[in-house]
């Protein structure tokens, strides 16, 4: 059975660093696109950062350039995000989403990924 489960998040001050972690059992990651999306109370749920399958392309969100890392690492067949510099505005749950293994590119629209985490919380306070 195919599954995604995040881990990483928590209460962080502004200016503080997180890496969420997205694990993956059943299916081999790296031959999926995989997505980070987050979600703050009453809005949308947005698409953060992406990253192709088999070192495919990736993609960061405007409000997280430059502040932010998604990266493989397929012995632990998990994806990372690294955020620094962290915002208030950054708040709220995040998910990982997997895509179908047709094509290695990724793109930050949620209706294309069928699988998805449980999502994590993530709170930027001081």
């Known amino acids: 059975q195919l599954q995604l489960v995040e881990s990483g998040g928590g209460l962080v001050q502004p200016g503080g660093s997180l890496r969420l972690s997205c694990a993956a059992s059943g299916f081999t990651l790296d031959d999926y696109p995989v997505a980070w999306f987050r979600q703050a109370p009453g809005k949308e749920r947005e698409g953060v950062s992406c990253?192709?399958?088999?070192?495919?392309?990736?993609y960061y969100a405007d409000s997280v350039k430059g502040r932010s890392t998604i990266s493989r690492d397929n012995a632990k067949n998990t994806v990372y995000l690294q955020m620094n510099s962290l915002k208030p505005e950054d708040t709220g749950v995040y998910y990982c989403?997997?895509?179908?293994?047709?094509?290695?590119?990724?793109?930050?629209?949620?209706?294309?990924?069928?699988?998805w985490g449980q999502g994590i919380q993530v709170t930027v306070s001081s």
């Open positions: 990253i192709g399958a088999n070192d495919g392309n990736t």
């Open positions: 989403a997997a895509d179908y293994p047709l094509f290695d590119q990724c793109v930050p629209r949620k209706e294309v990924y069928p699988y």
